[in-house]
């Protein structure tokens, strides 16, 4: 329910001026009403629900007049977001990580994209498949001793995600440098050969191309050799369509898999309103 004309900061000790709140399941053409009639100028949501945000407002040629800048927290944001925001919209994306274990864990710098760890409330280690520090440009575990929590102290605490340390930031803040957070480890591909890799699917062309059906997709790895891709569109696509789908997974998950396209009426989000891109099956 929205709290209308009401100062509710949504980080603990840091009143401003009045919020308003919408449940992240709203169906996203109402979303984007209220936000015409409430003129934000700020919005805080997912990345996966800013995407489809800014896809409506392409569509019905509509924007939001006053809005200044986009917070994304909850989800790892793809790194494409940012210019199509700002495309769109002409308005930057700030990202920020955090956690329901210790709350807010990196905010990204002001002056670049990478991010900056909060040192004064939570410790910070990426560390690798040996438990040793990962080197800057390198993909590791996400593990966090908190602080300040002396009720229910989390020592060494993996928190499930992979991250990428790096260099000092020229900004001259001081404080850790993440330069990417991946998402969970079960958002990992697994190649035949053992490996694993963060796939990075370019489906920005049918998202935005003005004639593409496709509204949202959501893959799925089912074993070694095959993906399994979840399709929300408004037709089920030609077999040139698909087989451009096919090639477009192929080439993001560095691998001939073999793809299976199942048409959906929607892909739910999780009980905590997250949207998964990419989920693995594959037991590891």
């Not at 000092?168 to 850790?176: E, F, Q, T, V, Y």
Request: aromatic share 8%; charged share 25%.
């Amino acid at each position: 329910a929205a709290k209308a004309n009401r100062a509710v900061p949504w980080a603990d000790g840091f009143p401003s001026g009045p919020m308003v709140m919408r449940h992240i399941a709203t169906p996203v053409s109402e979303q984007f009403d209220w936000l015409l009639d409430q003129k934000p100028d700020y919005l805080l949501t997912f990345p996966s629900n800013l995407l489809a945000l800014i896809r409506l407002s392409k569509e019905r040629h509509m924007k939001l007049g006053t809005l200044r800048e986009v917070i994304t927290l909850g989800e790892a944001p793809d790194p494409a977001l940012r210019d199509i925001c700002k495309k769109e919209w002409g308005v930057p994306v700030v990202d920020a990580y955090s956690s329901q274990e210790f709350g807010m864990l990196a905010v990204q710098c002001p002056a670049a994209p990478h991010y900056h760890v909060q040192s004064e409330n939570v410790l910070v280690e990426i560390l690798d498949a040996d438990d040793k520090p990962c080197a800057p440009g390198q993909t590791g575990r996400l593990v966090i001793t908190a602080l300040h929590n002396f009720a229910t102290p989390l020592i060494r605490y993996e928190i499930g995600d992979l991250a990428i340390p790096g260099e000092s930031c020229a900004c001259g803040r001081g404080l850790p440098v993440i330069t990417r957070i991946l998402g969970r480890t079960r958002n990992m591909l697994t190649l035949p050969s053992g490996e694993q890799i963060c796939p990075r699917f370019n489906f920005e062309d049918f998202l935005f191309e003005s004639d593409s059906p496709i509204r949202q997709f959501q893959v799925i790895q089912k074993n070694l050799e095959t993906l399994m891709v979840h399709v929300v569109a408004k037709r089920n696509l030609t077999s040139l369509e698909e087989e451009s789908v096919r090639q477009t997974l192929r080439a993001g998950a560095r691998h001939p898999f073999e793809v299976l396209v199942d048409y959906v009426k929607e892909i739910p989000r999780s009980a905590s309103g997250k949207f998964e891109e990419f989920r693995s099956e594959v037991a590891v």
